[in-house]
């Protein structure tokens, strides 16, 4: 994705990359990556303000406005500042940034590949199709770049990998075997799911194995789980938070009761991933005063 360099110790900035202001464990430029993901944010804003301004044009049923439209707000207000904060965080050199930025891709490919087979083929299917292959590309970039042995020697024992890497195994496990139960009862009762309810499940399960993964990579303290836990846990916080946004903004477009029970039952699950990558973020603050 980008040019060879030599491999920096912590104290070094990698050739090239002209992005960034301060060094960062990198192993490769991520002139690219910067590139890549002010793409996908422009191309979130676009397909979001356009869905907001347009929803009967770009939902044309009342189940696709319920099930989309409160979501391009949430992409608005969450998924584009998440990704652009921590793009801002990694310009400035700051550690924590870098290692939020894989899960700010995640929750949007994880969005988008909702739309992506949720959505029938319609004027704004180019623009998801986009989003979603830069979100790969860029993951798959950014996770290359970073050096993890680095990263590594930094985080180990300052945060808690086997609490982190269980908790992003176990609910990976529960979201993937979810997702298959729905799409295997479906099969074997020969029953059509709703186009919105079958790209749900299949994002699920397909995001979920990144959990499964990336926990146990972490548990067992691995390079690669270092460099992508943090954002994993990111990912899984921020889709909690999205998810309450979400259910606070749907009555408003769509006049459905709001249920404050609902709410306080989303935070509540939520604060699994919250504690670890509360704790993480500590860990990651400490590690760099220490530098």
Not at 71 to 96: C, T
Not at 138 to 160: E, F, M, N
Request: glycine fraction near 8%; hydrophobic fraction near 55%; proline fraction near 5%.
């Amino acid at each position: 994705m980008s040019g060879q360099s030599p491999a920096p110790d912590s104290s070094q900035q990698v050739e090239g990359v002209s992005f960034s202001s301060s060094p960062l464990p990198l192993t490769h430029s991520l002139n690219l990556v910067y590139l890549f993901s002010l793409l996908i944010a422009l191309l979130t804003a676009v397909a979001s303000i356009t869905s907001i301004l347009y929803p009967e044009d770009i939902y044309p049923t009342d189940e696709q406005r319920q099930s989309f439209l409160a979501n391009d707000v949430v992409n608005l207000i969450v998924g584009l500042p998440i990704l652009l904060g921590s793009m801002w965080l990694a310009w400035r050199g700051i550690l924590i940034g870098l290692l939020f930025w894989p899960g700010a891709l995640l929750f949007g490919l994880y969005n988008y590949l909702v739309y992506l087979f949720g959505m029938p083929f319609n004027t704004m299917f180019p623009i998801y199709l986009v989003i979603v292959t830069a979100c790969i590309y860029t993951l798959i970039g950014l996770a290359v770049s970073i050096d993890g042995g680095v990263v590594r020697k930094q985080l180990i024992g300052r945060v808690p990998e086997r609490f982190a890497g269980g908790v992003l195994f176990v609910l990976g496990a529960l979201f993937g075997l979810r997702a298959m139960v729905v799409l295997l009862t479906a099969l074997i009762n020969e029953t059509t799911l709703a186009r919105s309810e079958l790209a749900l499940s299949v994002s699920d399960f397909i995001v979920s194995m990144a959990w499964v993964i990336g926990g146990a990579l972490l548990w067992r303290r691995q390079r690669l789980g270092y460099v992508v836990g943090t954002g994993l846990l990111f990912t899984l916080s921020m889709l909690f938070i999205g998810l309450i946004a979400l259910l606070i903004i749907n009555p408003l477009l769509t006049g459905e009761p709001f249920v404050l029970m609902d709410v306080i039952v989303i935070f509540a699950m939520g604060l699994i991933c919250f504690i670890p990558l509360m704790l993480f973020v500590r860990g990651i603050i400490e590690t760099s005063k220490d530098r």
